[in-house]
């Protein structure tokens, strides 16, 4: 007799990635470069566990040659074990996972990127695609990127390289009374996408961050003539197995899991909180 255990394949089997660098962005927000096979597809997410605390869902913010880039900030049990973790040190990875962002429907057109805070993570695959590709295979790529302050600023070096690809605008919601040398934007996202230039119902938008920033920016994006079916979703749910069998993170008929994490609004609308 062959145990079921013996013939099927274990869903649920994680594989150790070695630490290759880590970027220490702020005190709450770092970079692991794992040692890690995956394909580049933007928008996918990966399951680290920790043994004895936990097992957690991150988007994949990089893709290079063996290596991926998971960026994460530090917010509980799993988050901040990671925290302790060093250079040559391994974490056990399982994935990749979910739909990642349409690419192919983006072809030929111009690209929104709206993103709140640590949100960018999930977003920033998507925009180094579009920076390492020659030529590029949509029309431009715009960028609207909010932070709380100028010292929560994530991602300096690549805002800059970005810019190859079209408009980047980065905004902060204060800068701190003694920051006078904040040369970017200052107020909420929403305030700035309607002076993205071109913006129009051929416009493709990617949208990640809380709840609120993108229902108030949703509907700012409407007003200047974005259509629904153009917007896209990157989603943050709780999660347990990640890949469809335990129910957590369903909202509706619909499993973050699997069917998104990215959502087009049409099908996403009723899921924003
Ligand atoms: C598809 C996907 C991609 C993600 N990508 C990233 C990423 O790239 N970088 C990153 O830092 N985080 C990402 N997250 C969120 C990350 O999974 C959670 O922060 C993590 O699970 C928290 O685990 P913890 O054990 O550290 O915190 P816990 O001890 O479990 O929780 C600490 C606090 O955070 C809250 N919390 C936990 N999980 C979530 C969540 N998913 N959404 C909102 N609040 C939560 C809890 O309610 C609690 O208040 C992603 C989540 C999903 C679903
Ligand atoms: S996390 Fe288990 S079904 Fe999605």
């Not at 920051?179 to 493709?204: C, L, P, R």
Request: one cysteine or more.
């Amino acid at each position: 007799v062959i145990a079921e255990s013996e013939t099927l394949p274990n869903i649920y089997a994680s594989e150790p990635a070695k630490i290759l660098g880590i970027r220490k962005h702020t005190a709450q927000e770092w970079s692991f470069s794992l040692a890690f096979n995956a394909e580049e597809e933007p928008g996918k997410f990966v399951m680290v566990s920790l043994p004895d605390t936990g097992e957690v869902p991150i988007s994949i913010s990089g893709f290079s040659k063996g290596a991926i880039e998971l960026t994460v900030r530090k917010v509980g049990d799993v988050t901040s074990g990671l925290f302790t973790r060093a250079v040559g040190d391994s974490l056990s990875i399982r994935g990749p996972y979910g739909e990642g962002f349409p690419l192919e429907v983006f072809d030929g057109l111009p690209l929104l990127i709206v993103a709140g805070g640590s949100g960018v993570a999930a977003v920033k695959s998507l925009l180094d695609y579009y920076t390492n590709q020659e030529p590029m295979a949509v029309n431009s790529v715009d960028l609207v990127v909010g932070f709380r302050s100028p010292r929560h600023v994530l991602f300096r070096r690549e805002l800059k390289a970005w810019e190859k690809c079209g408009s980047v605008v980065v905004t902060v919601d204060k800068t701190e009374d003694d920051d006078e040398s904040w040369a970017g934007g200052i107020g909420f996202v929403v305030d700035y996408v309607k002076h993205v230039e071109g913006i129009g119902n051929e416009t493709q938008v990617v949208l990640v961050g809380p709840p609120m920033m993108m229902t108030n920016t949703v509907r700012e994006l409407r007003n200047n003539g974005v259509l629904e079916e153009n917007i896209w979703l990157s989603f943050e749910r709780h999660m347990q197995c990640g890949v469809g069998k335990c129910g957590h993170c369903r909202i509706r008929d619909k499993y973050v899991c699997l069917d998104g994490p990215v959502f087009n609004y049409v099908e996403a609308r009723s899921l924003i909180d």
